[in-house]
C-alpha cells in the first residue's frame, strides 16, 4: 500500500501519440470545456437565485468565485491523489462529486446551501477531472503535444457557447431547480470521459521477453516510491519564473471577459448587443486554440516555445491597453476579436510551456502547485479590479491595470528564460524541446544498452570464432598441398 501511481506511465513506454490517444484527448475536450465553461454558465440562474432567496448580485457571484477557487486551489490535493491512486479512479469519483453537488444543491433552501453544493462539491468534482486529463494528454502525446493541447484547450469556448443558451432554454422550461438537476446529470459524462483515461501499458513483446529471461528477472529491482507531492520543482529556476509570471498573468487576465459587457452598458448599449460581445470573443477563442498549438509544434517554434507564450501574454496585455481607449461599440468589437486571439494562444501554450519545463515525471506535481498559486490570484484579480472600479466609476482605469499585470507577466517569463536559464551549462540530455525527463530518455527501452553491448560481445565472440576457422581451414588446405608436393616428388 505504498504511494506508487497506478496507472503512471512506466519508464519503457513512448508515448503514442495517436491511436487511444486522439481517445483520451476527446477526454480532455469536454472536461476541460465543463471546467472552464460551467462557472460562468451558473450565472445565468443569478437573477432567479436573488428573487428566490432575497440576496443581492454580490451574494450569488461567490458562487461562481468559490468553483473557481476549488478548481485551481485544490491542485496539490488532486496531484496527491493522482500520485496515489492514478488518474482514471480520481476522475471517476471527480465525476461523481460535480454531478451530486449540482443534483443537490436543485433541493437547496438558502445560498449558503448553494455554496456548498454548487461551489465546493461541484468545484471539487471538476477539479479531480481537470488534472488528471491534462497528465493523461501529457502521457499520451510527444511529437503532437502542442497541437493536442491547444485542441483540448478548444473545450473551453465551445461549451460556454453551447451552455450558456441551455442554461438560459433550462431555466425558461424548468426553473433553476430543474435546470441545476438536468445540469447534474450532464456532468455525469465526466465519468464517461474517465473511462476513456487508459494507462499506458509496456508492450506485450517487452514483457513476455523480461520475464522469459531468467538473469532479467533476477536482477530487476522494485521501482522506488514516488513522492505524493514533490516540492523538488522548486529547485528548478524555469519553473520558478514560469510561476511567478502565471501569478501575475492571472491578476489581470481574467478582468476583461468579466467587465466587458458592463462596459459596453456603461457606453449606452443595450443588454442583448452587449452581451454579443462575450459570443465574439468565445468566437474567436474557439479557433485560435487549435491553431496556436499547430503552430507551437513547428520544428522551429517548438524549441523556443517559452517565448512564443511570452509573445502571446504581451499581446493580451497590449490588447487590453489599447482597448481601455475604446469609447463605441465598434471599438469594442475590434477589441474582443483582438483579445480572442491573444486569449485563445495564452491557454493553448500555457500548460504546454509547463510540461515542457519540469517533464513527465514531476508533472502532476508541478501542475498542482501552480494552480495553488493561481488560486490566489484568481481570488485577488476581479475584486481589486472591481474596487478600482468603485474608485473610479471607469473601465479604462480597469483594462489599463489588467493590461499592466499581464504585460509585466510577459516580461517576467521572457527575460527570467533568457538571462537565468539560458545561461546555464547546455547539458544535451537535458533538453527540454521534447519534454521528457533523463529518466525517460533512458528508460523508454530499459536493458537496450545492455543488449547492444551483449550483441556486440557476440558478435566479437564469433567473429574471433569465425576467424579461428577460417585460419585453420587455410592452414589446413596449405598442409594437403604440401604433402601432395611431397608424394607426387617421391
Known sequence: MGGAVVDDSPPGVKAPDGGWGWAVLIG??????????????????????????????????????ILLAMLYGTGPLCSVLVNRFGCRPVMMVGGFFASLGMI???????????????GVITGLGLALNFQPSLIMLNRYFNEKRPLANGLAAAGSPVALCCLSP?????????????GFLILGGLLLNCCACAALMRPLVPPKKSQDVELSDPTVVEEKKPLPKKKLLDFSVFRDRGFLIYTVAASVMVLGLFVPPVFVVNY???LGYEDTKSALLLTILGFVDMFARPTCGLIAGLKWVRPRCVYFFGFAIIFNGVTDLI?????????????????????????ALQFEVLMAIVGTEKFSSAIGLVLLMEAIAVLVGPPGAGRLLDATHQYMHVFLLAGCEVTLAAFIISLGNFFCIKKKPQDPGAKLEMAMSATERDGLNPGRQEDEQGEEELKGRNGEVGTE??????MGEENGKIEEEESTSI
Not at 576457422?469 to 587455410?474: G, L, S, T, Y
Open 264 to 266: 459596453a452598458k456603461g
Open 469 to 474: 576457422k577460417a585460419e585453420n581451414v587455410v
Open 323 to 347: 482597448g481601455s481607449q475604446a469609447n463605441d461599440y465598434l471599438g469594442l468589437v475590434v477589441f474582443c476579436i483582438f483579445f480572442g486571439m491573444s486569449y485563445g494562444m495564452v491557454g
Open 28 to 65: 480532455g475536450f469536454v472536461i476541460t470545456g465543463f471546467s472552464y465553461a460551467f462557472p460562468k454558465a451558473v450565472s445565468v440562474f443569478f437573477k432567479e437565485l436573488i428573487r428566490e432567496f432575497g440576496v443581492g448580485y454580490s451574494d450569488t457571484a461567490w458562487i461562481s468565485s
Open 104 to 118: 443537490l444543491a436543485s433541493f437547496a433552501t438558502s445560498i449558503i446551501h448553494i455554496y456548498l453544493c454548487t
Open 166 to 178: 441551455l442554461g438560459q432554454v433550462l431555466q425558461y422550461h424548468y426553473g433553476w431547480r430543474g
